[in-house]
């Protein structure tokens, strides 16, 4: 008999979101990533509001909702373009590359990563 196992997230939610995230679970890295922005103030807050965005982009892309993405995405890059070009260890121009990618073909199936 074999047994599926979820993946341990690890306790700190901008990590648990990052993994979430890079296992295409972007609902999911969404609501860990709420946590962190309710707790965080100025840049910090817009990193995590950018990153809720982005995950929120990527749920309308599974769904295939291209304006939803299109819409979602552009929420997002405005926060991103605020950043440093990593932030937290995340590559703010590698994501906006990858999303960019998706936007010029949505059927790539291959979403971003974010490291980590």
């Given at each position: 008999?074999?047994?599926?196992?979820?993946?341990?997230?690890?306790?700190?939610?901008?990590?648990?979101?990052?993994?979430?995230?890079?296992?295409?679970?972007?609902?999911?890295?969404?609501?860990?990533?709420?946590?962190?922005?309710?707790?965080?103030?100025?840049?910090?807050?817009e990193f995590y509001k950018a990153l809720?965005?982005?995950?929120?982009?990527?749920?309308?892309?599974?769904?295939?909702?291209?304006?939803?993405?299109?819409l979602n995405w552009a929420k997002a890059q405005?926060?991103?373009?605020?950043?440093?070009?990593?932030?937290?260890?995340?590559?703010?121009?590698?994501?906006?590359?990858?999303?960019?990618?998706?936007?010029?073909?949505?059927?790539?199936?291959?979403?971003?990563?974010?490291?980590?």
């Amino acid at each position: 008999m074999e047994h599926t196992t979820e993946p341990t997230l690890v306790s700190d939610p901008f990590l648990a979101g990052m993994q979430l995230f890079n296992a295409g679970e972007y609902w999911h890295a969404h609501e860990q990533w709420e946590i962190c922005w309710r707790a965080a103030q100025g840049e910090e807050a817009e990193f995590y509001k950018a990153l809720i965005q982005t995950a929120a982009a990527l749920v309308k892309w599974r769904q295939g909702n291209l304006r939803g993405l299109r819409l979602n995405w552009a929420k997002a890059q405005r926060r991103l373009a605020q950043l440093p070009a990593v932030y937290r260890g995340v590559d703010v121009v590698a994501l906006a590359m990858a999303m960019a990618a998706i936007l010029t073909d949505p059927a790539s199936g291959e979403g971003p990563n974010l490291g980590a």
